[in-house]
């Protein structure tokens, strides 16, 4: 094992931490024991020395004065944010005196962890921590915030989370970025399109708002929020209709063909037309740019999966490449997550042998209602990796629910963050440039190692060191809780089921860093699918109660003036750096980007300040009227801090806890909200 942290000065290979799909390569430059600089390496041969900007300001929250040095405990009311410093002796020895009790009580389902990969590190993320609630037996959550219903519907058509090689994109002769904002979320994806466009390549951007990728597109189309599967249905209709399928293609790998023919046969461009807002034209003008051009490549983004329609949106457009048989050139398919080709031992890492018997499930989304209507109450919930105050939907009952009396909470950050503020006992937590961990991107196919360069920042614990301090003290006496990192690797890479992992071993990334996995193209080849070919039609779909052919569903009407799309921006990444006063200045404002035609209607004109609402909550945001977004849609970007605009900037206070068509999945972007122009301007601006 190497030992950076005693190098005072000195470059370091390491890895972005975030959730992020690019996954860079980084140099931090270390100057007397302290980090004073972030490059991009530039032997990385994915990321190639390039970063983003808010990673290259990554020292600005390392650094943070903010930052959590030694445990806290509460001494006020819950959520007024007054807390003591306290000994992590107190703080353990206080953490399970009071969880044993509980589960003598109540039985340890009514402890919940709440986690998700604010840091992508696999031991901090689902290794330690995933084997200590095991053992421990609390509820399980269901991890569902982020890409759930779209892979599902991904995975119905494709049999797994399998796409193209990123890197092979250089080759795509047509980009679609549909509902992705890579500019701002996969800007490497982006370097790799602007080298196919440099070859001839055109570039196409489906979304609901003209963002940063729509104004790079060659050809922006917007469309209606949640229509995205008629748009496909209606380019599968011209592309039957115009003979431009690769019927042999079609014979070979896929089933259900004859079904969609007839299928989408409905879906005509005059109908489409009336559902997306896209003129009749377009759609037929789109499909056949797409079925001329063999080497085509969609880019699936998250954004299109974040309603109700997800899972079934995600789904069809992911059987267009294989009307097309674009898979079988260079550069041709699509990538929604590449996650199943380096699928690690998950067994091995999180242990759920180690369980004793089953327990309850709970949707990460519906936190609000698992903490104030269960008939079997959480009393105690443990949150680390996440900040739900602020990130989960329907944010104002999940903070109600935060503010039980007889919830026991306690968070493990870097920050104070919102969700702290209502800890009963808060744990201050390394960053990841002070662990050892394992990186596995849901990108490209290269599998990295971070090492520790700094030292623990004050007196804060990685996760994997909390969840063996926590074992130890609930008296968990099995091996599994005394692994090293390095032993902890070892598992996760020993992976018989997954042959592109061969030859990548602990011993190779202490060496390397980073070494890529050896993926083979998915055609020809057998998928994971029941049938072992893609599914136009699929059968598993059909005993699950869902449409066994790609089909559209129009969205639920909650009755409210405008659709409401709360994005991500660029300078954040979801709500880390929401915090770092660095990154808020470089975003400025939390905004609502809407139509002029509908901000003449309420009088409201470019800066005003207007209040958004429905029955959920209200928000408090700078008006920006433009030509961005169609009438009747209002985007805002970006999960501002609580300090933002009085704290008025809650976005998530109006966003629906309805599951998704697929796996329980967010529909962050399917709510309704009424907008007005208020006369007075918010408290405080960032
Ligand atoms: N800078 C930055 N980078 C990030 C993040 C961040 O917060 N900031 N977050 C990270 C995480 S966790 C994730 S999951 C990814 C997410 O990144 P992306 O995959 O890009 O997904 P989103 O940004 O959620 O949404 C993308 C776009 O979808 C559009 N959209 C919304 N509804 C629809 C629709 O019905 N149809 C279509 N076609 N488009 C729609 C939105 O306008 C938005 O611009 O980014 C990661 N990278
Ligand atoms: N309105 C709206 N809401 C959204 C979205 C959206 O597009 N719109 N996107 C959703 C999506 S896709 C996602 S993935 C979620 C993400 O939401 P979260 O999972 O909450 O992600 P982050 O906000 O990045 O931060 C997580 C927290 O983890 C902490 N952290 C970082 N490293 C470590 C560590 O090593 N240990 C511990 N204990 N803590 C650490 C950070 O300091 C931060 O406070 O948000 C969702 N919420
Ligand atoms: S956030 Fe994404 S683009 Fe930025 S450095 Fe990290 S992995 Fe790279
Ligand atoms: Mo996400």
């Known amino acids: 094992m190497n030992n950076y942290i005693k190098e005072e000065t000195g470059v370091f290979k390491s890895v972005c931490p975030l959730d992020c799909p690019d996954q860079c390569g980084l140099l931090l430059h270390k100057e007397d024991g302290r980090i004073v600089r972030v490059d991009g390496d530039p032997e990385h041969p994915v990321t190639r020395g390039a970063i983003c900007n808010k990673v290259r300001n990554m020292t600005e929250r390392i650094y943070d004065a903010k930052r959590l040095r030694t445990p806290l405990k509460r001494v006020g009311p819950k959520g007024a944010g007054l807390f003591e410093p306290i000994g992590w002796d107190e703080a353990i020895g206080t953490i399970t005196a009071h969880w044993k009790e509980l589960i003598a009580d109540k039985g340890a389902e009514a402890i919940l962890p709440y986690s998700f990969y604010g840091n992508m590190g696999r031991l901090g993320t689902e290794g330690m921590d995933r084997r200590f609630f095991n053992k421990l037996g609390s509820s399980r959550l269901l991890y569902t915030i982020c890409q759930i219903a779209g892979t599902e519907g991904y995975k119905a058509t494709m049999g797994g989370s399998v796409g193209i090689d990123p890197e092979d994109t250089v080759h795509s002769q047509l980009i679609i970025m549909w509902g992705i904002n890579a500019v701002s979320t996969n800007m490497h994806q982006i370097m790799l399109a602007e080298k196919a466009r440099k070859n001839g390549a055109k570039i196409i951007a489906i979304d609901v708002h003209h963002n940063r990728t729509g104004k790079w597109a060659d050809w922006f189309i917007p ?132 369980r004793e018997r089953p327990t309850r499930q709970i949707n990460m989304n519906l936190l609000g209602s698992a903490l104030l209507e269960l008939e079997q109450p959480i009393h105690s919930l443990f949150v680390y990796n996440c900040n739900p105050a602020l990130v989960a939907p329907n944010a104002n009952k999940v903070r109600e629910g935060l503010l039980r009396e007889d919830l026991f909470t306690v968070v493990h950050d870097l920050f104070l963050t919102e969700t ?78 997954n042959p592109n992992l061969e030859g990548i071993t602990y011993e190779v990334l202490a060496d390397e860093k980073f070494r890529k996995a050896s993926v083979k193209p998915l055609f020809p080849g057998r998928l994971a699918t029941p049938s072992g070919r893609i599914e136009l039609y699929s059968s598993s779909l ?92 209002v985007v805002s970007q970006g999960l501002w801090a609580d300090d933002a605009n009085g704290g008025k900037a809650l976005v998530n206070s ?3 806890d309805r599951e998704a068509d697929m796996g329980g999945g967010a529909t962050f972007f399917s709510g309704q909200v009424n907008v007005e122009r208020l006369d007075r301007q918010p408290e405080r601006t960032a």
């Open 223 to 354: 469309l209606r929020p949640g229509t995205d599967a008629a748009l496909a249905l209606g380019m599968m209709h011209v592309l039957f209709a115009e003979a431009m399928v690769d019927e042999a293609f079609l014979e070979a790998y896929t089933i259900g063909s004859e079904e969609l023919r007839e299928h989408v046969k409905a879906y005509d461009p005059v109908t489409v037309a009336g559902i997306t807002g896209v003129p009749a034209d377009d759609i037929c003008k789109l499909a056949r740019i797409y079925g001329s051009t063999p080497a085509s490549f969609i880019r699936i983004g998250n954004g299109l999966q974040h309603h109700d329609n997800g899972g079934m949106a995600i789904r069809t457009v992911s059987c267009l490449p294989a009307l097309t048989g674009a898979w079988q050139h260079k550069g041709g398919g699509a990538i929604k997550s590449n996650s199943g080709h380096v699928q690690h031992n998950t067994r091995a890492l999180q242990r759920p042998d180690l």
């Open 420 to 497: 702290a503020m209502y800890a009963d006992i808060v744990l201050p937590a390394t960053s990841s440039f002070e662990n050892t961990d394992l990186y596995l991107s849901y990108w490209h196919h290269v599998v990295q190692i971070q090492e520790p360069v700094i030292a623990p920042y004050g007196e804060s614990k990685s996760n994997v060191e909390l969840f063996r301090l926590l074992a130890r003290s609930m008296g968990f006496a099995e091996e599994a809780f005394r692994d090293t990192e390095a032993d902890m690797i070892r598992q996760t890479l020993d992976n018989e089921s």
């Open 542 to 633: 059909k005993t699950r109660g869902l449409p066994p052919l790609p089909t559209y569903i129009p969205l639920p009407d909650e009755g409210a003036m405008f659709r409401f799309i709360p994005a991500p921006n660029h300078n954040f990444l979801n709500s880390t750096f929401s915090n770092n006063d660095k990154h808020v200045r470089m975003e400025k404002q939390p905004k609502l980007i809407m139509n002029k035609e509908d901000a003449a209607r309420l009088g409201i004109t470019d800066g005003d300040y207007v209040r958004v609402w429905n029955s959920r909550g209200a928000c408090e945001l700078a008006a920006s009227v433009g030509a961005d977004v169609l009438p009747g849609v």
């Open 654 to 656: 109006l966003t629906p």
